[in-house]
């Protein structure tokens, strides 16, 4: 089977790296791909975005499947665009997708199929808006309505800020129409997830549950990022009794929902949960692999992939197959300097041959430089995996690996999964 993987981050570079596994699969195109997808896979330098451009080099490939990491491409129909010319895809169509392209009609499945999330008004003018949250608790979080590129989600400290947050989206257009309208929610406390489940429309299998961290510098300080390091399972939610629960509330209702309305969603769904003791709350849906979730999630899948995948697109997904190995993985993030703002780029990575050759390094911002040497070319680099019995072990491993490459400029955080060794 010949398979098409659409993207090129570190999510992207773990799924060819485990369908490379699969005796299912015979060859690997990654469109477009970084210098990591390069070793293993062949790289195809059309953009996530071409959906004209991925189809005809799908056709003319003889492409089996088509995986689509972003958000982008599954926003703008590629499912539809590659199904219409008869190329089995995964993922959800544009009409499913919506579950993350638009909040607004996330949170109206939600309450629609008793999916528990924070309470929400939606407004499409600054003065209703603003009329609204004047005497509301603070802090108050308010969301574009559409794909913002992970910037359209404000957690206001203050009316003021609020009332700012609003005037950006609602007035200034910053997040242009998917700025069209917002959701004025209320603020949630507790410890954040994400669990990520395949589905083939009707049945529902899960994946392992992992925390992200989105804040550039240790102690979750600094600016919002697209994700700096991952672990899985967080020690708070680490039992099937509470997965399962979880999976019953939040994701079967919608999934159930969604094809009630007519727009079946097959491929991944992701429920980014808020925690808090024994309550579960939907902070948002997304319609594919986390990044950089998948990173840790992927080496702890048993189950060959490919097979999984090709269940959910003929609905034959069967939950009870999916075989997950114990223990714990830790990832951790090499970025350039500067990013989220501004970095340089074309640096040599170091290092890399002496990484253990059981830690994972998934590429994300990497090309091949003139003499085939590897170099930057984004803020996020690459993710160094490792994992192990305990998440001390875990974490251990990747550190140790980590201290062994460098390139001019990196960054990264030293405390992934440090809560769940220490106090
Ligand atoms: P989202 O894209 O909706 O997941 O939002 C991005 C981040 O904003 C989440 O990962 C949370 O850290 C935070 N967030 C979103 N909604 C809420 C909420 N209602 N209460 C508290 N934090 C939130
Ligand atoms: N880790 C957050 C995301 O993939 O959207």
């Not at 925690?275 to 986390?290: K, Q, S």
Request: charged share 20%; proline share 6%; net charge negative.
């Amino acid at each position: 089977m010949r398979v098409l993987i659409v993207g090129s981050g570190g999510r992207e570079h773990a799924l060819a790296w485990k369908l490379n596994q699969s005796s299912r699969v015979s060859e690997i195109l990654v469109a477009p791909g970084n210098a990591g997808t390069g070793g293993i896979a062949e790289n195809a330098d059309i953009a996530a975005t071409d959906l004209q451009g991925l189809l005809t080099l799908a056709l003319r490939r003889h492409v089996d499947l088509v995986v689509v990491g972003p958000e982008t491409p599954l926003a703008k129909g590629i499912i539809d665009v590659m199904w219409a010319a008869g190329v089995p895809t995964f993922g959800p169509t544009q009409a499913a997708a919506r579950l993350e392209s638009s909040k607004i009609f996330a949170h109206e499945m939600m309450r629609k199929y008793g999916v528990p999330t924070a309470m929400s008004n939606t407004f499409a003018t600054y003065q209703d808006a603003l009329d609204h949250i004047n005497g509301m608790p603070m802090p108050v979080v308010i969301k574009a309505d559409g794909l913002a590129a992970g910037k359209g989600v404000i957690v206001a400290p203050t009316e003021h800020d609020a009332a700012k947050a609003l005037h950006d989206i609602l007035e200034r257009r910053i997040f242009g129409d998917a700025g069209e309208r917002v959701l004025v929610q209320e603020f949630l406390r507790g410890r954040e997830v994400s669990l990520l489940a395949f589905t083939d429309g009707v049945h529902v299998a899960p994946m392992v549950p992992s925390c992200d961290y989105k804040r550039a510098f240790d102690n979750d300080e600094g600016p919002n990022t697209g994700g700096m390091g991952c672990y899985s399972p967080p020690g708070f939610f680490d039992d099937d009794e509470m997965v399962r629960r979880a999976i019953d509330i939040a994701v079967m209702p919608i999934v159930h929902g969604m094809d009630q309305e007519g727009w079946p969603f097959q491929g991944v769904i992701y429920a980014g949960l808020m925690v808090d003791g024994d309550n579960i709350r939907v902070l948002e849906f997304n319609a594919r692999f986390g990044d950089p979730e998948t990173q840790v999630i992927i080496p702890r899948m048993e189950s060959d992939l490919a097979e999984v995948l090709l269940a959910c697109i003929d609905g034959t997904l069967d939950p009870s197959s999916l075989q997950w190995k114990p223990g714990c993985s830790v990832g951790v993030v090499l970025a350039s300097g500067g990013y989220p703002g501004d970095y340089a780029k074309g640096f040599p990575v170091l290092g890399l041959d002496r990484v253990d050759p059981d830690v994972a390094v998934f590429h994300a911002g990497t090309t091949y430089g003139r003499d085939k040497s590897i170099v930057t070319d984004g803020g996020r680099v690459m993710s160094l995996v490792a994992t192990g019995p305990t998440m001390a072990e875990a974490r251990e491993r990747v550190y140790s690996n980590v201290a062994r490459v460098s390139f001019s400029d990196m960054m990264y955080r030293t405390d992934i999964a440090l809560r769940e060794v220490c106090c």
